[in-house]
């Protein structure tokens, strides 16, 4: 059968469930620590921040299918199923023998994946009966999609914005805005953790976790009001399984069996969402993928990265989570224009990568814009800059298949569109942007903030 261009599947063909990775892995992910006892967080520890249904859904390592709730099947069909695509073009411009697929995320307002995980936290907060949630962003994507399901679902927002990024991107603020959120550059005085950060380091252009601690403090003293985040815990991966879903399902209905899966990695949940089914099935032996996380050389918490309990965020709020980390005091050097700049990664990535389960690449950032500029002169779509790390790789094993005549199913994740990445755009075109890549000592930094504690030593 000759393989569509775009690989359809049609509204009932859409999974109604999301899919637990955590249920088939024989060996779990340490569970979540409470920083003062050190013992497993509970529920009632959780719930002071998180909304029930979310913590109910991070802590559950068992369920293998979690129903998605109707209303919300009904919002997802909206946007999707997202669009599936046999890069045609981009193999005939790398002469590979190699079959080259994308799912793309890019096709609803907040340009990426994120309002997947946006609308679920939305539904279950106003199932809940809350009033508002606040939440960081970085790049501004997950602000954008948080904003949009705030405004569907008729919830007040606070968006704590890394200042940086509201300077490199301030379109992605105004976006926000029209959505009906309050936006905040971080670090900002409206918070304890805020100010502290800005009188140990008044000219600091912010970091995600500086950004959460904000966001959570904020949380905790508003009356009916919680926190949400748009990566690294094991909820939002669950729900970004939508995505591998999909792809199973499309993939079957096409008789398409990828050899590689690449996913760029941030907090590692498009990556773990694209990936759930898969693995799902390699842990039980039933196929031999090879999966693949990309991040940026300049912040390297898979490759470079210490597997140990350490906050989520800057100011040692969250509990503890046992993950690969670069130290919660670790920020990028501000020359990263990349997107996926969080310290950690998602516990059950982590676990699994420990176990040999993936395998993880850094790609220096220039490369990648040129791997962005390459895609997008063929295939027509722009990349974000996050995803473009995957493109990378992609176009890599590619180009590995022509030198050895491997005819490799690759697979990679498309998470969103670089429309409001043009200053990192003009500065790839001008040949201004610079790679930094932390030296050993940088990362000392980092890892020197790790909690000193007897499950680290
Ligand atoms: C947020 C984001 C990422 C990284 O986040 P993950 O949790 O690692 O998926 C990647 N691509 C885009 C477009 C994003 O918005």
């Not at 890394?162 to 918070?191: F, M």
Request: with cysteine; net charge neutral; proline share 6%.
């Amino acid at each position: 059968m000759k393989i569509p261009t775009r690989l359809y599947l049609s509204e009932d063909e859409i999974s109604i469930s999301w899919y637990n990775i955590r249920s088939y892995m024989k060996d779990k992910p340490e569970p979540m620590l409470h920083p003062g006892t050190l013992q497993p967080i509970t529920v009632a520890d959780l719930s002071l921040i998180f909304c029930d249904e979310s913590i109910k859904q991070e802590l559950d390592d068992t369920s293998p299918l979690i129903t998605i709730p109707k209303d919300l099947q009904t919002f997802y069909r909206a946007y999707r199923p997202a669009p599936l695509i046999r890069a045609y073009f981009l193999e005939k411009e790398l002469g590979t023998p190699a079959e080259i697929y994308y799912k793309f995320e890019g096709t609803n307002t907040s340009g990426s994946h994120k309002l997947n995980s946006a609308a679920a936290q939305a539904f279950y907060a106003k199932a809940q009966g809350l009033n508002s949630l606040t939440t960081e962003t970085g790049a501004g994507q997950w602000g954008s999609a948080m904003a949009m399901a705030c405004a569907y679902y008729k919830l007040s927002l606070t968006v704590y914005m890394v200042r940086s990024s509201s300077e490199q991107k301030p379109y992605r603020k105004t976006l926000i805005e029209t959505y009906g959120a309050n936006l905040v550059p971080s670090p900002s005085s409206t918070t304890e953790a805020g100010r502290k950060i800005l009188i140990e380091a008044p000219n600091t252009s912010g970091s995600l976790g500086c950004a959460i601690s904000e966001a959570v403090e904020a949380a905790v003293r508003t009356e009916s009001c919680r926190y949400v985040l748009g990566s690294v815990m094991n909820h939002v991966l669950l729900h970004q399984s939508i995505i591998g879903m999909e792809v199973k399902a499309a993939f079957d209905k096409y008789n398409v069996k990828p050899d590689i899966i690449i996913g760029c990695a941030g907090g590692g949940s498009n990556l773990g969402g694209l990936i759930a089914p898969f693995m799902g099935d390699k842990i039980r032996r039933k196929n031999d993928i090879r999966f693949v996380a990309v991040e940026p050389a300049s912040c390297p918490s898979f490759t470079r990265g210490r597997f140990a309990y350490d906050f989520g965020d800057t100011a040692k709020t969250t509990p503890l989570i046992k993950m690969y980390t670069l130290g919660s005091d670790f920020i990028p050097s501000p020359n990263h224009a990349g997107g996926l700049r969080y310290h950690g990664m998602n516990p059950t990535l982590s676990k699994l990568y420990h176990d040999g389960y993936l395998e993880a690449r850094a790609e220096i950032q220039s490369d990648v814009f040129d791997a962005a500029v390459r895609f997008a002169k063929v295939e027509g779509i722009l990349p974000a800059p996050e995803s473009s790390h995957a493109i990378k790789v992609a176009i890599d094993e590619a180009l590995e298949c022509k030198r050895t005549g491997d005819k490799k199913v690759i697979l990679f994740g498309l998470t969103g569109t670089g429309y409001f990445d043009m200053s990192a755009y003009a500065a790839h075109n001008a040949k201004t942007m610079s790679d930094y890549v932390p030296t050993d000592a940088d990362l000392a930094k980092g890892f020197a903030s790790l909690p000193n504690i007897p499950q680290n030593r």
